[in-house]
């Protein structure tokens, strides 16, 4: 049975044996899932945070306007066997105005960086503070937000949390678009054109796994693809600094972002190097509708 618990104290406590977090901002979708049963699998306690943080909203009606539901949240919770499900108010996570915020430099520069200011030390920030508060042993992230794992691993890395940091695959749509709580304000005439992103990135793929290494070549497979896309940019980066780099030479990803009619997408496949192969993460795309529709 899932418990609500409101405070770190609380939850610190209530945990046993090995402590998988998953944290999120609530609205949980089939990519939650995922995360949570992944948790569920590496770790003796299941703790989910549920936090819409306002540290990560550089505007005060998109803070306002972010979706919440938590009786529907705590169900998918039980659904996935989570033993904890951290809710915490406002003054737990900041007692009084922060003074302090974590940037992870270099990292944030690109990318979604200079597009949405302030957002990965808020997300820095108030990871940082879970880690902390909660001490779990495993954090679960999925590979859709790449930047942002990148940003995680290294806030790790230099701050010496103790904590492995997981990323899981992307969940993607069945017909292979990424799955997003934004996808449900696509218009239906937008739906074919949002499903050129997904689509070019996986023609990238392709391409990188038939020996083609260049980012020139990858990016521009993608602009082909979604030729009367209104790319923000496609980038070919670095899976440890989320810096762009000329050709796979080591882990990285080929991001982009793109308007859609009023909708903003971000959408990526990272490449793995296993046994001097490189390999294409294209997610793991979901077999009916996603619940985020009913």
Same mark, same amino acid.
């Given at each position: 049975?899932?418990?609500?618990?409101?405070?770190? !104290? +609380?939850?610190?406590?209530?945990?046993?044996?090995?402590?998988?977090?998953?944290?999120?901002?609530?609205?949980? *979708?089939?990519?939650?899932?995922?995360?949570?049963?992944?948790?569920?699998?590496? &770790?003796?306690?299941?703790?989910? &945070?549920?936090?819409?943080?306002? %540290?990560?909203?550089?505007?005060?009606?998109?803070?306002?306007?972010?979706?919440?539901?938590?009786?529907?949240?705590?169900?998918?919770?039980?659904?996935?066997?989570?033993?904890?499900?951290?809710?915490?108010?406002?003054?737990?996570?900041?007692?009084? +105005?922060?003074?302090?915020?974590?940037?992870?430099?270099?990292?944030?520069? *690109?990318?979604?960086?200079?597009?949405?200011?302030? *957002?990965?030390?808020?997300?820095?920030?108030?990871?940082?503070? %879970?880690? !902390?508060?909660?001490?779990?042993?495993?954090?679960?992230?999925?590979?859709?937000?790449?930047?942002?794992?990148?940003?995680? #691993?290294?806030?790790?890395?230099?701050?010496?949390?103790?904590?492995?940091?997981?990323?899981?695959?992307?969940?993607?749509?069945?017909?292979?678009?990424?799955?997003?709580?934004?996808?449900?304000?696509? #218009?239906?005439?937008?739906? /074919?054109?949002?499903?050129?992103?997904?689509?070019?990135?996986?023609?990238?793929? @392709?391409?990188?796994?038939?020996? *083609?290494?260049?980012?020139?070549?990858?990016?521009?497979?993608?602009?082909?693809?979604?030729?009367?896309?209104?790319?923000?940019?496609?980038?070919? !980066?670095?899976? @440890?600094? !989320?810096?762009?780099?000329?050709?796979? @030479? #080591? /882990?990285?990803?080929?991001?982009?972002?793109?308007?859609?009619? &009023?909708?903003?997408?971000?959408?990526?496949?990272?490449?793995?190097?296993?046994?001097?192969?490189?390999?294409?993460?294209?997610?793991?795309?979901?077999?009916?509708?996603?619940?985020?529709?009913?």
């Amino acid at each position: 049975m899932t418990e609500i618990t409101r405070t770190f !104290a +609380e939850t610190r406590q209530r945990g046993r044996g090995r402590v998988g977090l998953v944290p999120t901002m609530g609205f949980f *979708h089939e990519g939650h899932s995922a995360l949570m049963a992944a948790a569920r699998a590496a &770790s003796e306690t299941v703790v989910v &945070s549920l936090f819409v943080n306002p %540290l990560q909203f550089n505007d005060r009606a998109d803070l306002e306007r972010y979706p919440r539901d938590l009786d529907r949240d705590l169900e998918i919770a039980r659904e996935q066997g989570v033993d904890l499900l951290f809710v915490p108010p406002a003054e737990e996570m900041y007692p009084l +105005e922060p003074l302090t915020r974590v940037e992870v430099a270099r990292v944030a520069d *690109h990318l979604e960086g200079p597009r949405r200011p302030g *957002h990965f030390a808020g997300v820095a920030t108030v990871v940082a503070k %879970l880690f !902390a508060g909660l001490q779990p042993d495993f954090a679960f992230f999925g590979r859709k937000d790449a930047q942002q794992l990148a940003v995680v #691993r290294r806030l790790v890395l230099d701050l010496s949390f103790p904590v492995t940091v997981i990323g899981r695959p992307t969940l993607r749509e069945a017909d292979g678009l990424a799955l997003s709580s934004r996808n449900v304000y696509l #218009r239906p005439d937008d739906r /074919p054109q949002a499903l050129l992103l997904s689509m070019g990135l996986f023609a990238a793929a @392709d391409l990188a796994e038939a020996g *083609h290494f260049e980012a020139s070549e990858l990016i521009a497979a993608v602009r082909r693809v979604g030729s009367g896309e209104d790319f923000e940019y496609v980038t070919l !980066a670095s899976q @440890d600094t !989320a810096q762009p780099i000329d050709r796979i @030479d #080591r /882990p990285s990803f080929l991001a982009l972002a793109a308007r859609i009619g &009023s909708v903003r997408l971000i959408d990526n496949v990272a490449f793995d190097l296993v046994a001097g192969n490189v390999i294409g993460d294209r997610g793991i795309r979901l077999s009916a509708p996603s619940r985020l529709y009913s």
